[in-house]
């Protein structure tokens, strides 16, 4: 299905773009509800767009990674849109994992005590941190895959 913003992207595409930057924006909004000390709705807000993006990992970005990135990852891994896709993709697990570990940790009990991290604002910073570089890289994968001139 084509997609809506003219560059000739899928609507998938279309759609997981326009989803990954509100998704964005809700997670800076939600740091700075932590820095004004309201918590719990900071942790709604951050644990809601975690698995939100759960849900277009697996309707989006992971069903289009094993038609259009892996097989040709052998073959053409020298060209650099695949790279990027691929380094996305490693970098996009890792943000995903990591968040998921912390609102384990921030918002349950079910890990024991040496499995549970104390300096809490250094791992979500560092978790913002990553998860921006896996946005950007998911925007870059956009254009070289749909945006003259980088088809
Ligand atoms: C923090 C997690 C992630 C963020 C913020 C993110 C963000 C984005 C954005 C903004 C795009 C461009 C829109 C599009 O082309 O669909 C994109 C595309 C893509 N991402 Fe991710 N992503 C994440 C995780 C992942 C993971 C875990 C994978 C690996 C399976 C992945 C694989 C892809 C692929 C293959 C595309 C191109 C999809 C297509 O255009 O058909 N991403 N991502």
């Known amino acids: 299905m084509k997609g809506f913003l003219g560059t000739g992207a899928t ?14 924006t809700a997670l800076i909004a939600g740091a700075h509800l932590a820095k004004q000390k309201r918590y719990k709705a900071h942790g709604i807000c951050q644990t809601t ?24 990852l052998s073959e053409v891994f020298h060209e650099w849109y695949y790279e990027a896709a691929a380094i996305h993709a490693a970098l996009g697990i890792a943000a995903e994992l990591l968040g998921l570990y912390i609102v384990i940790v921030a918002g349950t009990n079910v890990l024991p ?21 896996v946005l950007l890289t998911g925007v870059g994968t956009y254009c070289a895959w749909y945006v003259a001139p980088f088809r």
């Open 113 to 133: 005590q040496w499995l549970r991290f104390q300096h809490w604002k250094w791992w979500m910073r560092t978790e913002l941190v990553l998860w921006t570089i």
């Open 49 to 72: 767009v975690l698995l939100l993006n759960l849900l277009m990992i697996g309707l989006v970005m992971w069903p289009s990674f094993q038609q259009q990135v892996k097989p040709a």
């Open 11 to 24: 609507f998938g595409a279309d759609f997981n773009l326009v989803v990954q930057l509100i998704m964005g």
